[in-house]
């Protein structure tokens, strides 16, 4: 069973910057994707930002050359680099992991952390 932790979360002023932490606990995983989606209250939930085992990234529109995502293969962390923060980013933030073991992907939600931007 695979467990996700998220730490970073927080208020700050528009224009500010978060660092989101996302680690994976969990005996012998292979982690492919690791990303973050966002959602706000009443819109669905949308992909931020997601890093594969290669090291590709893929980010939203709306955050591209203001987040960095990143991971760490030896702590099985992702992270979440988010400067320049606008109020729309306000969201609850999801870390999100996909591994494989026997040739079957497995997926796995982290609970959320709270990102406020207050203008």
């Known amino acids: 069973q695979v467990q996700l932790v998220e730490s970073g979360g927080g208020l700050v002023q528009a224009g500010g910057s978060l660092r989101l932490s996302c680690a994976a606990s969990?005996?012998?995983?292979?982690?492919?994707?690791m990303g973050w989606y966002r959602q706000a209250p009443g819109k669905q939930r949308e992909l931020v930002a997601r890093i594969t085992s290669g090291s590709t990234t893929n980010y939203a529109d709306s955050v591209k050359g203001r987040f960095t995502i990143s991971r760490d293969n030896a702590k099985n962390t992702v992270y979440l680099q988010m400067n320049d923060l606008k109020p729309e980013y306000t969201a609850v933030y999801l870390c999100?992991?996909?591994?494989?073991?026997?040739?079957?992907?497995?997926?796995?939600w982290g609970q959320g952390t709270q990102v406020t931007v207050s203008s």
């Open positions: 969990g005996s012998d995983i292979s982690i492919n994707v």
């Open positions: 999100h992991i996909v591994t494989s073991a026997s040739f079957t992907e497995y997926t796995y």
